[in-house]
């Protein structure tokens, strides 16, 4: 099966009341680990790419190259989407022109009139392609590729205004962050997320900041309409640990412990590990 756009995967997880993982990938590891996590747990799944992490990997037609070879050496069958996230206006362009099958185009920092006029444009652009589109409306807070947002709450009429456009799943801020929530997080606004919803027709949301949301925010929010869930820091997170383990352990000191390919293989296999669990929590397990 050749990659996908995230259109259908995400109405089916809207209908469904689940959602679909958007794992954000950053390496070789992170891509096959996903996508084996996916086809093991029969899944769908979105590969998230920040425009930063594009960069790290030398481009986004290299990214489109090695998810393309991994994912058909891999023989994945199950609906796959490479997907850019928090792209910026040229950005979200390059990638339509690159290969990718999905795209978000941020414009929730510009002034409101005009996120609607480059959402629209790029709409037109993503669909004459092929490609399904997400946009945004308020802010996710903290920090991505050198946005900065404290998490404001979108306004429903705007995420309304959007929605008309022809978006495909629409990003809306509701008190979710990206990185580890601190402790005196106020949790996500469901008043503000059943407003939304309400006023978009049934549009799939979609919940950035996925990563140390309690499990009952997380359930509660797909069942308001939340239909994709950005996942990027808890892997990394989880990555970091299991590799500090087979170090501290001095495991890369025995016999050819060093080799990159054992080395990275506890991170890897913690990475595969999570996503599954992860794809159980989001109720898209089985759902491919």
Same mark, same amino acid.
């Given at each position: 099966?050749?990659? /996908? ?14 959602? /679909? ?26 590969? $998230? ?17 090695? /998810?393309?070879e991994i994912h058909d ?62 946009c945004e409306v308020g ?84 069942d308001l309409g939340v ?39 506890? $991170? ?21």
């Amino acid at each position: 099966m050749a990659l /996908v756009s995230a259109t259908e995967m995400l109405n089916k997880a809207h209908a469904g009341h689940y959602a /679909v993982g958007a794992f954000n990938i950053n390496n070789l590891e992170w891509t096959k680990m996903i996508l084996l996590a996916a086809e093991e747990a029969k899944s769908p799944v979105m590969l $998230g790419v920040s425009e930063g992490a594009a960069k790290y990997m030398c481009g986004f037609k290299t990214v489109v190259a090695m /998810v393309k070879e991994i994912h058909d050496s891999l023989g994945i069958t199950v609906p796959v989407a490479l997907h850019l996230d928090h792209g910026s206006y040229e950005g979200a362009k390059a990638c339509i022109e690159a290969g990718f099958t999905s795209v978000m185009f941020d414009g929730s920092h510009y002034p409101f009139e005009e996120n609607v006029a480059k959402s629209k444009e790029m709409i037109e652009l993503a669909h004459a392609k092929g490609v399904s589109i997400e946009c945004e409306v308020g802010g996710i807070g903290g920090e991505e590729d050198g946005t900065v947002s404290n998490g404001e709450l979108a306004d429903p009429q705007e995420c309304k205004t959007i929605c008309e456009l022809g978006v495909d799943f629409l990003a809306a801020g509701i008190g979710n962050i990206h990185g580890k929530y601190p402790a005196n997080w106020a949790g996500l606004n469901f008043d503000r997320l059943a407003e939304i919803q309400n006023v978009t027709n049934g549009k799939p949301l979609v919940l950035h900041g996925g990563s140390g949301i309690p499990a009952d925010q997380i359930a509660k929010a797909i069942d308001l309409g939340v239909s994709k869930i950005n996942v990027n820091t808890e892997l990394q997170l989880e990555f970091a640990a299991a590799t500090r383990k087979y170090i501290e352990a001095g495991k890369d000191l025995e016999g050819k412990g060093y080799d990159p390919r054992k080395l990275l293989k506890p $991170g890897a296999d913690a990475i595969k590990d999570k996503v599954i669990a992860m794809m159980k929590q989001f109720g898209s397990y089985n759902q491919a």
